[in-house]
């Protein structure tokens, strides 16, 4: 059985950084890519970064692009998003989630794609 279990979340003041972590418990990673989403008060969940698994290539959504950067540790089956320069509209919960075999995967910013899912981290940038 798969699990994610996310880590690292919390406040900051807005230009801080914080990083999270995400460990996939169960078998050896396989599938196509791993990545963070968010969700805010009232909004409905969007794409934050993702990494493929095999050959590393990253995604990021425009808001993020240049201030977060998503990595993989292979061997410990973790995937981590450094997170900079923090603006409050970066408050959110924070999920990982998981593209494994079997999924239906159809590209790594489509929540679609993935089918495992971490409990999520609340992330809270203050002004």
């Known amino acids: 059985q798969v699990q994610l279990v996310e880590s690292g979340g919390g406040l900051v003041q807005a230009g801080g950084s914080l990083r999270l972590s995400c460990a996939a418990s169960?078998?050896?990673?396989?599938?196509?890519?791993m990545g963070w989403f968010r969700q805010a008060p009232g909004k409905g969940r969007e794409f934050v970064a993702a990494?493929?698994?095999?050959?590393?290539?990253?995604y990021y959504a425009d808001s993020v692009r240049g201030r977060f950067i998503i990595s993989r540790d292979s061997a410990k089956n973790t995937v981590y998003l450094q997170m900079n320069s923090l603006k409050p509209e970066d408050t959110a919960v924070y999920y990982c989630?998981?593209?494994?075999?079997?999924?239906?995967?159809?590209?790594?910013?489509?929540?679609?794609?993935?089918?495992?899912w971490g409990q999520g981290t609340q992330v809270t940038v203050s002004s």
């Open positions: 989630a998981a593209a494994w075999r079997g999924s239906y995967y159809v590209g790594p910013k489509d929540v679609l794609s993935y089918n495992h």
């Open positions: 169960g078998p050896t990673f396989s599938g196509n890519a």
């Open positions: 990494i493929n698994w095999s050959g590393g290539g990253t």
